[in-house]
């Protein structure tokens, strides 16, 4: 997993609520038996006008002008602003490998939904709650400034804009300490072996229908 | 200090220990495992030289990709027309062999969509956890499982450690009392329930589900409730252990041995919220005032019964749901203000994890019974959730009772609840469909997917567009 410090870039504004996983990658992409090459395929059905299909070269493919990812001022951004509950639908995790393979590391929203967010954190991907207001606050900002540029301090947990106006943002001291060091989450659990052996050694006295 | 709910005593019992950090090592007891959201935990499994931690929690099956017409599946995996599809169930088969995992393959006898054959081996038992790469694995919470569904690098982590990194969830209780009216199912007091706290409601939240209309339900009804939690924001839904829970587990081929049997139910009985238990938030639900429901939009919140009409943007006094509804409407193809029966039908599926189990069939069954299929419509599927949900259906004669009225009889998988396999919905196509998601493009590109109970998309199914179930159950 990428290492996650700080990320400085020109925020992308998708203000609508409930955006869904079948939004942020339709189905007929889940057939791949990888975790990379989703990034093109990333709100495929409103990133371009045609159907998309696995396999396709996507830079054949007709563009839909008006969404905000076609817009120039926005390539290359790495921060995502949304509305509340981003993310909802399924557990799919190809959701957030396909926002990270596009080049996203952070989404700012008011609510996300419990499975997306979780999933986030274990692909380098930072999601950060801010209240409602403060939410439409930069929404409102980036409507004044389509360029505007906001930098993602994860160690000091705030975010600066180029004006220097702040906004702190919670987050799980685990999953912080998980993302800073780029680590996989599951050599640090099996430091944890014995506790999971000795768990399993009581309970298949007690239960031991579970374990057959 | 107050009692414990149903969720804090199956947290508690799977503790194995809290972090320094404030979370916590849940121990996970039964993985169900498929093809579309395994193949990457398998391949972080074999480059870290990880094996699995228990073979025997595992139980994996195909059902996402598989297609469901007999001439397709009678030749095997070869069959598998979509060359992607193919190589996603070949890598599953592969990945099992190659772990030592037991599969139920393709044309297995057991194969089926997870969440219809976890419960009908007995593979999810109460007071289990319960987790599957999937959302829908809410579903098994009908048992007094705490079940939820995980992303692939969870998968992957549950393979490896047995165990899940977990924050616990708050308590939110929904209340269900009240007869229900004739006609009026499972289906329509989730959708109900969405309706009312909407599908952010439960985000946070493990929802238990209880009142004495929850358990006068089948467990098949219930599972229809806990499977749609997730539609709820809710990862884990809840219903407490009673006798129906304990009379459908027994004798199930991975349900405990008859020497294990009266120690297993002393310990489920417990599996009920103490009396004294604190919720952090209540919702209570009239059973009286729930009408067959039919959702209209993009979400399944989105939904009304069938006697009102679809809303008008006008009438929202904030922007952004002013603006969320006209969005809708323009996907949905629909008029604010019109009826919900003069929405032209093109397709109906019955079918997914939320309805295909022997229960949903027999009641759609029952309604187009000596009927035929409305002229108007493309296609009318019914698709069994497993080949042994098939095989009673048989027995019983609902096959030819379908396929008689003119409607399709398939064979088992997820279909076109998602669409991954050949079954979906042609752009601008309505669909009456029984399963759990009515997003954009969700049932096939530019499709329109209106989520009913199997009873509702049975007689939309006889009359091309939507009608009120009551009335004809009243003359059934």
Same mark, same amino acid.
């Given at each position: 997993m990428r290492k996650f410090t700080t990320v400085s870039s020109i925020v992308t504004p998708m203000n609508r609520a409930n955006i869904d996983t079948d939004m942020i990658i339709p189905k007929q992409f889940l057939k791949s038996i990888k975790r990379t090459g989703f990034g093109p395929n990333l709100f495929d059905e409103l990133r371009y006008l045609d159907e998309g299909q696995p396999g396709v070269d996507c830079s054949t493919r007709p563009l839909n002008?008006? +969404?905000?990812?076609?817009?120039?001022?926005?390539?290359?951004?790495q921060i995502l602003l949304a509305g509340e509950? +981003?993310?909802?639908?399924?557990?799919?995790e190809h959701a957030p490998w396909a926002l990270e393979d596009a080049g996203f590391r952070v989404i700012i929203a008011a609510s996300f939904a419990d499975i997306f967010f979780n999933n986030s954190f274990k692909n380098g991907l930072l999601p950060i709650i801010l209240p409602a207001e403060q939410v439409d606050g930069l929404f409102a900002l980036e409507a004044v400034d389509s360029a505007l540029k906001l930098e993602i301090d994860l160690e000091s947990q705030v975010i600066r804009s180029e004006e220097g106006k702040t906004w702190a943002f919670e987050v799980d001291s685990f999953r912080k300490y998980c993302l800073i060091n780029g680590l996989d989450d599951i050599g640090l659990t099996l430091q944890d072996a014995d506790a999971i052996k000795e768990y399993e050694n009581q309970n298949r006295q007690k239960s031991p229908w579970l374990f057959k | 200090m107050a009692g414990k709910t149903l969720y804090d005593k199956l947290w508690d019992s799977h503790l194995v220990k809290m972090r320094e950090d404030g979370t916590a090592l849940i121990y996970i007891d039964r993985q169900l495992l498929h093809e579309v959201t395994s193949p990457q935990a398998f391949e972080g499994l074999r480059l870290a030289g990880r094996r699995p931690w228990r073979l025997n929690s595992n139980l994996a099956t195909p059902d996402h990709n598989v297609p469901t017409t007999k001439t397709e599946r009678e030749i095997g995996i070869e069959g598998i027309l979509d060359p992607i599809s193919r190589i996603q169930v070949k890598t599953l088969d592969e990945n099992c062999a190659e772990f030592g995992i037991t599969e139920f393959l393709m044309?297995?006898?057991?194969?089926?969509?997870v969440h219809v054959v976890g419960p009908e081996q007995g593979a999810t038992l109460p007071g289990m956890t319960v987790v599957c790469g999937d959302s829908h694995t809410s579903t098994h919470g009908a048992f007094g499982a705490l079940s939820h569904g995980i992303g692939t690098s969870e998968v992957e982590h549950v393979l490896a450690t047995q165990c899940l990194i977990q924050q616990k969830m708050k308590n939110m209780l929904v209340d269900v009392s009240g007869g229900l009216q004739a006609g009026v199912s499972a289906k329509d007091i989730v959708l109900h329930i969405i309706g009312v706290i909407g599908t952010a409601g439960g985000n946070g939240c493990a929802i238990e589900f209880s009142g004495d209309t929850i358990h006068a339900l089948s467990m098949e009804g219930r599972m229809t409730i806990c499977n749609m939690a997730i539609e709820a924001g809710a990862r884990a839904g809840l219903i407490s252990v009673d006798q129906t829970t304990i009379d459908y587990v027994k004798g199930r081929p991975f349900a405990p041995a008859e020497s294990e049997w009266d120690a297993a139910v002393t310990q489920w009985k417990t599996l009920v919220s103490d009396e004294d238990a604190e919720f952090d938030r209540v919702v209570k639900i009239k059973?009286?005032?729930?009408?067959p429901q039919v959702t209209w939009g993009t979400s399944p919140e989105m939904v009304i019964g069938i006697d009102e009409l679809v809303p008008d943007p006008a009438n929202e006094q904030e922007d952004a749901k002013a603006d969320a509804i006209q969005r809708a409407l323009n996907y949905m193809g629909l008029d604010a203000?019109?009826?919900?029966?003069?929405i032209k039908l093109d397709r109906i599926f019955i079918g997914s994890c939320t309805n295909s189990r022997i229960e949903d069939l027999r009641v759609a069954a029952k309604v187009v019974a000596g009927k035929k299929v409305a002229a108007s419509l493309k296609q009318a599927l019914v698709v069994p959730g497993s080949g042994l949900v098939k095989q009673q259906a048989e027995a019983e004669g609902l096959d030819k009772i379908f396929i008689d009225a003119g409607l399709e009889w398939r064979e088992p998988?997820?279909?076109?609840?998602?669409?991954?396999?050949?079954d979906k919905l042609g752009a601008g196509e309505h669909c009456a469909s029984t399963s759990n998601r009515n997003f954009e493009g969700r049932q096939g590109y530019g499709g329109r997917t209106h989520l009913v109970s199997p009873a509702m998309a049975a007689a939309a199914a006889i009359s091309g567009s939507f009608v009120d179930v009551r009335e004809v159950m009243s003359h059934a």
């Amino acid at each position: 997993m990428r290492k996650f410090t700080t990320v400085s870039s020109i925020v992308t504004p998708m203000n609508r609520a409930n955006i869904d996983t079948d939004m942020i990658i339709p189905k007929q992409f889940l057939k791949s038996i990888k975790r990379t090459g989703f990034g093109p395929n990333l709100f495929d059905e409103l990133r371009y006008l045609d159907e998309g299909q696995p396999g396709v070269d996507c830079s054949t493919r007709p563009l839909n002008p008006d +969404f905000v990812l076609n817009k120039p001022a926005y390539s290359g951004s790495q921060i995502l602003l949304a509305g509340e509950n +981003f993310g909802c639908g399924s557990s799919r995790e190809h959701a957030p490998w396909a926002l990270e393979d596009a080049g996203f590391r952070v989404i700012i929203a008011a609510s996300f939904a419990d499975i997306f967010f979780n999933n986030s954190f274990k692909n380098g991907l930072l999601p950060i709650i801010l209240p409602a207001e403060q939410v439409d606050g930069l929404f409102a900002l980036e409507a004044v400034d389509s360029a505007l540029k906001l930098e993602i301090d994860l160690e000091s947990q705030v975010i600066r804009s180029e004006e220097g106006k702040t906004w702190a943002f919670e987050v799980d001291s685990f999953r912080k300490y998980c993302l800073i060091n780029g680590l996989d989450d599951i050599g640090l659990t099996l430091q944890d072996a014995d506790a999971i052996k000795e768990y399993e050694n009581q309970n298949r006295q007690k239960s031991p229908w579970l374990f057959k | 200090m107050a009692g414990k709910t149903l969720y804090d005593k199956l947290w508690d019992s799977h503790l194995v220990k809290m972090r320094e950090d404030g979370t916590a090592l849940i121990y996970i007891d039964r993985q169900l495992l498929h093809e579309v959201t395994s193949p990457q935990a398998f391949e972080g499994l074999r480059l870290a030289g990880r094996r699995p931690w228990r073979l025997n929690s595992n139980l994996a099956t195909p059902d996402h990709n598989v297609p469901t017409t007999k001439t397709e599946r009678e030749i095997g995996i070869e069959g598998i027309l979509d060359p992607i599809s193919r190589i996603q169930v070949k890598t599953l088969d592969e990945n099992c062999a190659e772990f030592g995992i037991t599969e139920f393959l393709m044309n297995d006898i057991r194969q089926g969509i997870v969440h219809v054959v976890g419960p009908e081996q007995g593979a999810t038992l109460p007071g289990m956890t319960v987790v599957c790469g999937d959302s829908h694995t809410s579903t098994h919470g009908a048992f007094g499982a705490l079940s939820h569904g995980i992303g692939t690098s969870e998968v992957e982590h549950v393979l490896a450690t047995q165990c899940l990194i977990q924050q616990k969830m708050k308590n939110m209780l929904v209340d269900v009392s009240g007869g229900l009216q004739a006609g009026v199912s499972a289906k329509d007091i989730v959708l109900h329930i969405i309706g009312v706290i909407g599908t952010a409601g439960g985000n946070g939240c493990a929802i238990e589900f209880s009142g004495d209309t929850i358990h006068a339900l089948s467990m098949e009804g219930r599972m229809t409730i806990c499977n749609m939690a997730i539609e709820a924001g809710a990862r884990a839904g809840l219903i407490s252990v009673d006798q129906t829970t304990i009379d459908y587990v027994k004798g199930r081929p991975f349900a405990p041995a008859e020497s294990e049997w009266d120690a297993a139910v002393t310990q489920w009985k417990t599996l009920v919220s103490d009396e004294d238990a604190e919720f952090d938030r209540v919702v209570k639900i009239k059973a009286e005032d729930i009408v067959p429901q039919v959702t209209w939009g993009t979400s399944p919140e989105m939904v009304i019964g069938i006697d009102e009409l679809v809303p008008d943007p006008a009438n929202e006094q904030e922007d952004a749901k002013a603006d969320a509804i006209q969005r809708a409407l323009n996907y949905m193809g629909l008029d604010a203000g019109q009826k919900l029966s003069d929405i032209k039908l093109d397709r109906i599926f019955i079918g997914s994890c939320t309805n295909s189990r022997i229960e949903d069939l027999r009641v759609a069954a029952k309604v187009v019974a000596g009927k035929k299929v409305a002229a108007s419509l493309k296609q009318a599927l019914v698709v069994p959730g497993s080949g042994l949900v098939k095989q009673q259906a048989e027995a019983e004669g609902l096959d030819k009772i379908f396929i008689d009225a003119g409607l399709e009889w398939r064979e088992p998988g997820c279909s076109m609840c998602l669409a991954m396999n050949a079954d979906k919905l042609g752009a601008g196509e309505h669909c009456a469909s029984t399963s759990n998601r009515n997003f954009e493009g969700r049932q096939g590109y530019g499709g329109r997917t209106h989520l009913v109970s199997p009873a509702m998309a049975a007689a939309a199914a006889i009359s091309g567009s939507f009608v009120d179930v009551r009335e004809v159950m009243s003359h059934a």
